[in-house]
């Protein structure tokens, strides 16, 4: 029986309700009350309670036509490109037979993109408009992955391809709004079952045969319909679309407000503090740049848009979280770094800043005792302001539009935010290495996903727990370590072991932690990222792949991506190995 077709529901844009044809997408979080907002519900005009939006503001969408169709496919060439995701090319390949066999007039070439998935193919595309073809591509099957066969396919569109990008049912709303903000809000995708990964070729054949869990046509039929049916006129659209955000929202009680608030999907959850009028002045006072001032760009990956923001924006999440106006030019500093906390990935991204130098001491953060964990308010404030700004000025955070992490993460509450303890530390400050004074006052975010912990430096069996507590980090460029360890472990290290600075520790760990050559090579995030580089030649990548079978790997390809950082209070010699790495070290006395 072939399951019923999913309902179409109005978007969160006023946009988006262009995405009822062939890209249907269900309702998510948020989308009810961003309406109520947009047609002016909240208007502040006559309301007793007021508060500052604290939305960013997103840029303009142009509308983009789509490519003419033509009325058949017979005599046609088709290339069906596999962006070298999970089981993509297998899942083409059956496509492939099924049209062979019932369209053989038509023409199939099967190929493999270039380098990683969102990596461009100009080569490719030239090929592909030389012989005058269209273009089946998949698999749009993860938070990166999905939305580059969507950018790639308008891409080609714009040139005058006709395109059927096949994406997995689990990235619906996704693409859509991908597809939206791409300027192409009917681009039509046809949805295959979730997952396409493990499945044997006879599965992937039921999957072409049989009927897309969202549209309920059979999938190969939605893709030759795709490509033969003639554009509608808003398929054919051009223009500018703007997506003006209100300043000031109102309300007739501040239940109501909060109520607004977190159905609009603008807090994590909890209570805020709102952000009024008379609150954001207060909190401007902790900076002398001016209000309308733009500090920056901000996206949740690298396939979404930026969205801008001024530093009053950043002060009205400052607000919410509960910071204080002295905690502003940290708060500054990190919106202005334009790296966000909540990075959108199914893995699960997480991140972390680390401050360093006098400012420590003056706002009166944590280094010591239960640094880690939410009994300072500097170092939570700062870190929950810094997830909130991510959420509302960088236009993230919207479950299965903005943000896909399967599982989550708990440290995306407000990160993780302390300050070092240079005093305690046998080795120099972090932000030192980095090439700053220790006068200067700076931040140094990090990203990652996960950590492990250890307790002692043992005398004799020391080196091979150091290398169990990494054991289970993926060997992937963008992922490193980064060691958190109390003073007591940090004088340990360095007087007992020889481990004079930070430096010698990372170099230990990028010689001595190594995995077998098959099994390095069998990791999917090692298929996904790093074999592209290697075949590219890439280094090391490229000496890593010339090796010979049953040699060893480098877990971690570059010392430099191996960090410590000293925290703690000393009352056992506790540590922690994250896979978390270094992203930036910037400085915050510009933003006093």
Same mark, same amino acid.
């Given at each position: ?150 950018? *790639? ?82 398929? %054919? ?15 007739? %009680?501040?239940?109501?407000? @909060? ?67 002295? *905690? ?32 420590? *001491? ?14 300072? @308010? ?74 492990? *912990? ?54 230990? &760990? ?12 069998? &990791? ?69």
């Amino acid at each position: 029986m072939s399951p019923e077709p999913k309902t179409q529901n109005a978007p969160i844009d006023e946009g988006l309700a262009s995405l009822a044809g062939t890209c249907e997408i269900e309702a998510y979080p948020g989308e009810v009350m961003e309406r109520r907002i947009a047609r002016g519900d909240f208007d502040p005009r006559g309301k007793r309670y007021q508060a500052l939006n604290p939305r960013g503001t997103p840029p303009a969408i142009q509308l983009r036509s789509m490519a003419p169709r033509p009325s058949s496919l017979a005599g046609r060439t088709l290339y069906l490109v596999d962006v070298r995701f999970m089981n993509g090319k297998a899942l083409l390949e059956e496509i492939a037979q099924v049209l062979a066999e019932r369209m053989p007039e038509v023409k199939t070439v099967v190929r493999q993109k270039r380098g990683g998935y969102t990596e461009d193919d100009p080569a490719l595309w030239k090929e592909i408009e030389d012989n005058d073809a269209l273009v089946v591509m998949a698999i749009g099957h993860c938070s990166t992955c999905a939305p580059a066969v969507a950018v *790639h396919c308008m891409n080609l569109e714009e040139r005058g391809v006709a395109t059927a990008p096949l994406v997995t049912n689990a990235f619906t709303d996704l693409v859509g709004a991908i597809a939206f903000k791409g300027g192409m809000p009917k681009l039509r995708f046809t949805f295959v079952p979730h997952p396409v990964s493990g499945k044997t070729a006879p599965e992937l054949r039921r999957y072409v045969e049989g009927a897309s869990p969202v549209s309920g046509r059979t999938v190969v039929d939605s893709i030759v319909g795709a490509l033969t049916a003639a554009l509608t006129p808003e398929e %054919s659209e051009r223009g500018t679309l703007e997506r003006p955000i209100p300043r000031l929202l109102g309300a007739d %009680s501040e239940d109501e407000l @909060h109520a607004m608030f977190r159905d609009a999907w603008w807090s994590d959850g909890l209570p805020v503090v709102l952000p009024t009028p008379q609150r954001v002045e207060a909190m401007l006072k902790g900076t002398k740049r001016a209000p309308t001032e733009t500090i920056g760009r901000m996206r949740p990956t690298a396939t979404q848009e930026d969205w801008s923001y001024t530093v009053e924006q950043v002060a009205v999440n400052a607000v919410m979280a509960g910071a204080s106006p002295e *905690h502003l030019p940290v708060l500054l500093a990190l919106a202005a770094s334009q790296v966000t906390a909540l990075h959108s990935s199914t893995s699960n991204f997480a991140a972390m800043v680390v401050v360093n130098g006098p400012i420590r *001491h003056e706002i009166r953060m944590n280094s010591g005792l239960g640094a880690l964990g939410p009994f300072n @308010h500097a170092n939570a404030a700062i870190g929950r302001a810094w997830s909130l700004l991510s959420r509302n000025l960088g236009g993230g955070a919207v479950p299965g539009v903005t943000y896909l992490g399967t599982q989550g993460n708990p440290l995306n509450y407000n990160a993780i935010c302390f300050a070092e303890n240079e005093e305690r530390s046998p080795w120099e400050p972090f932000h030192v290495q980095k090439g700053f004074e220790r006068g200067q006052s700076t931040i140094s975010l990090f990203r990652g996903r996960t950590y492990s *912990h250890m307790l002692e430096i043992r005398q004799t069996t020391w080196k091979q727990q150091l290398l169990n507590m990494v054991g289970g980090f993926t060997p992937v460029p963008g992922t490193g370590l980064t060691l958190l360890v109390d003073p007591l472990v940090a004088r340990a290290l360095k007087e007992r072991e020889g481990f004079a600075t930070k430096q010698q520790l990372a170099n230990w &760990y990028h010689e001595n932690s190594t995995l077998p050559y098959e099994t390095y090579w069998d &990791y999917q995030l090692v298929v996904n990222y790093v074999e592209p580089l290697a075949r590219k030649g890439q280094e090391p990548f490229a000496s890593y792949l010339a090796q010979a079978p049953g040699s060893q790997v480098p877990r971690f390809a570059n010392p430099d991506g191996i960090s410590t950082l000293v925290v703690g209070g000393e009352k056992n010699a506790y540590w922690f190995a994250t896979d978390f790495i270094h992203v930036a070290t910037l400085p915050i006395d510009d933003w006093r």
